[in-house]
């Protein structure tokens, strides 16, 4: 069936049952040429994926997993991770221990995410976007954008800031919700591809401040 911007699709919070559902959208959204050799399409980084999600929903303090399926046919469309205020550590699993992946360029992306969030945020309280993913066939339908407004609405009704790791294809979306650039890394030729590390100034809420 074809998928348009009236397909219904709905959000819910994501259980373990959900995970098979999550990898599968992964590698059906993170398409492009860098995403493709930082996260081959093998058994490997199914498993690597599989047990980071496993160990994220059983140990990261309070995560939250949403999945968008399309109502008509229950098909996972896109999943998101949302980290709430005040977690600083969360439970990748080392890609490492698993054979197949790039180490250095592993190493650059992941310490480069870290290390900007640490500077960049510190102990501010704020709404971590750390996975957001719609499966090709159902980009540009508005799966995402529901999955953004979750945190969002919180940052706001919080009155604290949100953050985010943002793709070259993710980029243009956060910055329409008011996510602004702060830093980027470029990873190293041939890849040249640009991670832009992105802050949301916190809005209304009882911490926000006054704009007069
Ligand atoms: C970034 C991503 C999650 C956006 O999800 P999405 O479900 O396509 O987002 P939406 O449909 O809510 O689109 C939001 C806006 O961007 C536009 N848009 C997004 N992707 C588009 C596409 N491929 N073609 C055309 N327009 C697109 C939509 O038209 C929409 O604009 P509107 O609100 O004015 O209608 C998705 O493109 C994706 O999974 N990309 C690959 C993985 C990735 O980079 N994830 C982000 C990691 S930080």
Not at 2 to 17: D, I
Not at 171 to 188: A, D, E, F, K
Not at 202 to 209: H, I, L, N, T, Y
Request: hydrophobic share 40%; proline share 8%; charged share 25%.
């Amino acid at each position: 069936m074809t998928v348009t911007k009236s397909t219904p699709l709905q959000v819910r919070l994501a259980t373990a049952k959900d995970i098979d559902g999550m990898v599968d959208v992964f590698f059906r959204s993170f398409t492009v040429p860098f995403f493709r050799t930082l996260f081959p399409p093998t058994p490997a980084t199914r498993e690597w994926l599989t047990g980071t999600f496993r160990e994220m929903m059983q140990h990261d303090r309070d995560p939250r997993f949403l999945v968008v399926e399309d109502v008509e046919n229950g098909r996972m469309a896109a999943f998101a991770k949302w980290v709430p205020p005040g977690t600083r550590h969360t439970h990748w699993l080392s890609f490492k221990d698993f054979p197949g992946f790039d180490v250095p360029l592993c190493d650059l992306f992941f310490d480069g995410m870290h290390q900007n969030r640490e500077e960049l945020m510190g102990d501010r309280p704020h709404w971590f976007l750390e996975l957001l993913a719609t499966a090709e066939d159902y980009q540009g339908k508005g799966a995402g954008s529901k999955l953004l407004r979750y945190g969002l609405d919180r940052a706001d009704e919080a009155g604290v800031e949100a953050y985010v790791d943002a793709s070259l294809e993710g980029l243009p979306i956060y910055q329409r919700y008011g996510w602004i650039v702060r830093n980027s890394l470029t990873m190293p030729a041939p890849h040249d591809y640009t991670l832009n590390f992105c802050v949301r100034p916190r809005r209304a809420g009882p911490g926000a401040e006054q704009i007069s």
